[in-house]
């Protein structure tokens, strides 16, 4: 069992949709929960992140961190076609290297 | 630039031959990653350098792969005698000490 799960997808939607990602985890001492999302032939780049539990709101975009069930995820609201990507969780303790998930496809279409 | 950049954004090479990859990290960030992505997957970290510490270079896949890295500045990833499944992108990172990682475009890699 790989120390971060995510389901790779891909996932399609409609213009408009509530979108919602997922990662599991398996290390209880990860501190740190990030977001990235990267476009097509482009580097990953970071979206949101949180520290330790709860929910984190920037736009449309909303991370939660359930600690208790080891399950983050992050919500697009008002999904748009701009928002087609791989997102990509990763998560850490301390300054320890970040793990990643393998990331989930992610199509708004029109 | 105020992001990292890296170098070539593609290379096309032959098996058997040498490659080298660049990175320029953000300046100022004491912190460097190398990651390869393959098509599909997530992504596998290679080796990370943290200021004048010694590099963890625990995800190198084999002794054909090694990297450097001058002071906080510039690093190379070297990949000696490349296979086909060599094939991947390659991202490099940076971040200060304990903050997040800054992603460059990668080097897209293609071996023959």
């Known amino acids: 069992q790989k120390e971060v799960e995510q389901d790779p997808g891909p996932l399609s939607v409609p213009e408009g949709a509530i979108v919602s990602l997922n990662c599991t985890y398996s290390n209880s001492a990860f501190q740190y929960f990030m977001w990235y999302r990267q476009y097509s032939r482009k580097g990953p780049e970071l979206l949101m992140y949180?520290?330790?539990?709860g929910n984190k709101e920037d736009g449309r975009f909303t991370a939660q961190v359930d600690k208790s069930s080891k399950y983050i995820s992050l919500f697009i609201r008002d999904s748009q076609p701009s928002d087609s990507a791989t997102y990509l969780c990763?998560?850490?303790?301390?300054?320890?290297?970040?793990?990643f998930g393998r990331g989930t496809s992610l199509i708004v279409h029109p | 630039g105020a992001g990292v950049s890296q170098s070539p954004s593609n290379k096309v090479t032959e098996k058997g031959k040498d490659v080298e990859l660049r990175c320029d990290p953000i300046?100022?960030?004491?912190?460097l990653y190398w990651y390869r992505q393959r098509l599909g997957q997530g992504l596998e970290f290679l080796i990370y350098f943290q200021g004048n510490s010694a590099p963890d270079k625990s995800g190198l896949p084999s002794d054909r792969f090694s990297a450097e890295r001058t002071g906080e500045s510039v690093s190379t990833l070297t990949i000696q005698r490349t296979q086909q499944e060599d094939s991947a992108v390659y991202l490099c990172?940076?971040?200060?000490?304990?903050?997040?990682?800054?992603f460059g475009p990668g080097t897209r890699l293609t071996v023959l």
């Open positions: 990763a998560m850490r303790r301390g300054s320890y290297i970040p793990t």
């Open positions: 300046s100022g960030h004491t912190a």
């Open positions: 990172a940076s971040s200060l000490e304990t903050d997040f990682q800054y």
């Open positions: 949180t520290y330790s539990s």
